[in-house]
């Protein structure tokens, strides 16, 4: 309450009726490093979505329906309170923001967390009400006396052997589409598009292999800007090379701003802030759309995916000497839900490659599995011990992939309702995992296929289903996803997205089953190309929780050949009594 009070009394002095803080960094990143998590410091709310809005008397959050129960406990004495709302339904935050702002208002925001597709759709639901907006309005600098400092640890290459390309012909071929659209400039302000396009690798950030930086492509120069101090002189040099040029981190304004030229600039809106926006020169022209690396980055190379394969019996292993581990050792007083988050990176660990987790792992028994993003914590941690189903949705970082799974087991004998639950989501899995579509198909398209069994019987779930995933980056990445959103770019073959229907009943249990899946290329017929998944993550599907009644022949077929093909990559890898746990664990259905 106190950080409420003193903010409250910042709004104030600077003349400030409505306070906006979003929860981003000055890169508009999911995972925001401790020195821009404005809305933690502020409202105690640890997920990775949410909008604050402060006035005299009001003190909000705004998040999607992952994490509803969540913040509600988080939000207990922080002086905020929780909008319910759901990601694709009700009313939408704009909604929210336009209903609850005053008119003639003055609305302050830090405009360097603050995209430009935010700050327009703002504008626009407002527009009737006379507001006054102040997009420099950084109120907590003063506040915030004990704020983390900003991330600088190393920056380390991703070796060729490993990308498929050097940064040479990444650059290369990023112009060669620049040329193409008349694109004099490119603007890039995400780091996993830059750290793609150079092949390098920080850890600036947790759970996303990147460094904090910015780059400007233009016809003959790259320029980098980064805090060189973090640069080992080889790769420097190696930099230097390739041409670019590296510039400190903090010259990425004045750069902007020192833009003469009538040029033509491509930049994306939704990962660009109002603050770099507006440092941009009147006389360039800003073309606005995804950026070329994020699109280039989604089709995986061959290299990238033969080694993404590799990555895949890897993690598969991980997992299958985890779940021997869990099964062995279950109702052990030391069997908790910290303790078996541990044991997953543990796990991974022990393979070669593996760099760390690619997210925090979400170890949730019974009620917390209804928590979509559930992460125990010592105040939560839960025994494993009695009745109950436990979901994992866990990954790694590898130097040759990135993955994500998660997998909903059963302690003691499930309930029909269980049963059914569980079946329900596995069929909507397998439809989507088994879907063929022509080329062109976006992800909102395909994303039905994976709610119709739960649909047919009332049922649903907030979230989206399916993700891009990066290649030793970032664990969801653009710019196509699997969800009810309409999204503008069309799947390709190349692609690594995630399949992960669920189903939660609050206070319960939670199920939910996911694999990635890459896209390929299907046939091509009288009717045009046609492209289809293959499922890439390797681990068993507990069979104690299916009904095997509701499932139809394609769907046991497609279940028993998957189980097949997980027993076949990862039992060479096994010794004997390994082996004979998975042979049990992948039987046919």
């Known amino acids: 309450m106190k950080k409420l009070s003193a903010l409250r009394l910042a709004m104030i002095r600077a003349g400030i009726n409505v306070y906006i803080i979003p929860l981003a960094d000055n890169h508009l990143q999911e995972y925001v490093p401790g020195h821009w998590n404005i809305v933690r410091w502020l409202a105690g709310f640890t997920g990775s979505a949410g909008i604050l809005l402060i006035t005299e008397d009001i003190a909000e959050l705004w998040t999607d329906s992952r994490y509803l129960i969540q913040a509600e406990k988080e939000l207990a004495g922080s002086g905020f309170s929780l909008v319910r709302s759901s990601l694709f339904r009700d009313k939408n935050s704009f909604v929210w923001l336009e209903e609850l702002i005053p008119e003639r ?26 507001i006054n907006f102040v997009d420099n309005a950084d109120l907590v600098e003063g506040i915030w006396t004990d704020r983390p400092g900003r991330p600088s640890a190393a920056i380390w290459n991703h070796p060729p052997e490993f990308s498929g390309a050097d940064r040479s012909a990444k650059i290369a071929r990023v112009r060669d589409l620049m040329k193409q659209r008349n694109i004099s400039l490119h603007l890039l302000t995400s780091p996993d598009d ?22 400007i492509i233009a016809p003959d120069q790259v320029c980098f800007f980064v805090d060189q101090s973090r640069l080992p002189p080889d790769i420097a040099a190696e930099l230097k090379l390739s041409g670019v040029t590296v510039l400190p981190y903090g010259d990425f304004k004045k750069t902007l701003e020192s833009l003469e030229k009538k040029l033509f600039i491509l930049a994306s809106p939704a990962g660009l802030s109002v603050a770099v926006c507006n440092s941009i020169p009147g006389s360039l022209y800003i073309i606005e759309g995804d950026s070329i690396p994020s699109l280039l980055k989604a089709r995986k190379n061959s290299t990238e995916i033969r080694n993404i394969y590799e990555t895949m019996i890897k993690d598969g292993l991980a997992l299958t000497r985890f779940f ?17 988050a541990a044991r997953l990176e543990e796990m991974r660990s022990m393979e070669d490659g593996f760099l760390g987790p690619s997210f925090p792992a979400i170890v949730a028994f019974n009620e917390h599995a209804a928590l979509p993003h559930y992460t125990p914590v010592a105040d939560t941690d839960t025994r494993i011990t009695g009745q109950g189903i436990l979901l994992l949705d866990s990954g790694g970082h590898y130097l040759g992939g990135t993955t994500d799974i998660t997998r909903t087991v059963c302690f003691g004998t499930p309930t029909a309702v269980q049963k059914r639950d569980f079946t329900l989501v596995l069929k909507g899995h397998i439809r989507l995992a088994g879907s063929k579509f022509p080329a062109g198909t976006k992800g909102y398209q395909l994303d039905t296929l994976a709610r119709e069994a739960l649909w047919h019987a ?20 653009g710019p196509c996803s699997i ?24 206070g319960e249990y939670g199920i939910r089953t996911e694999n990635l899946m890459l896209c390929c290329e299907d046939e091509e017929t009288a009717f045009g190309r046609f492209l289809r998944f293959e499922t890439l993550s390797l681990c068993y599907i507990d069979k104690t929780l299916i009904d095997k009644t509701m499932l139809d022949d394609q769907e046991i077929a497609w279940l028993n050949g998957y189980h097949d093909r997980v027993y076949n990559k990862l039992s060479p890898w096994l010794n004997t009594d390994e082996r004979k746990w998975l042979r049990k664990k992948t039987e046919k259905l």
Do not use: Q
């Open 324 to 340: 021997i581990y869990l099964e062995s050792n279950t109702g052990s007083t030391h069997i908790t839900e910290m303790s078996l």
């Open 105 to 130: 208002s003055t609305v302050g925001f830090d405009g360097r967390i603050v995209s430009v597709n935010f700050y327009r759709r703002l504008r626009k639901s407002l527009e009737y009400k006379n």
């Open 458 to 477: 009332g049922m649903d779930y907030g979230h989206g289903t399916g993700h891009g995933v990066g290649y030793c980056l970032n664990v969801h990445e």
């Open 483 to 506: 969800s009810p959103a309409p999204g503008r770019t069309a799947l390709e073959a190349g692609m690594v997205m995630s399949n992960e229907p669920a189903l939660y009943r609050e």
């Open 194 to 215: 830059i750290m793609w396009l150079l092949n390098l690798r920080g850890n600036d950030i947790k759970y996303n292999p990147v460094a904090l930086s910015f780059a």
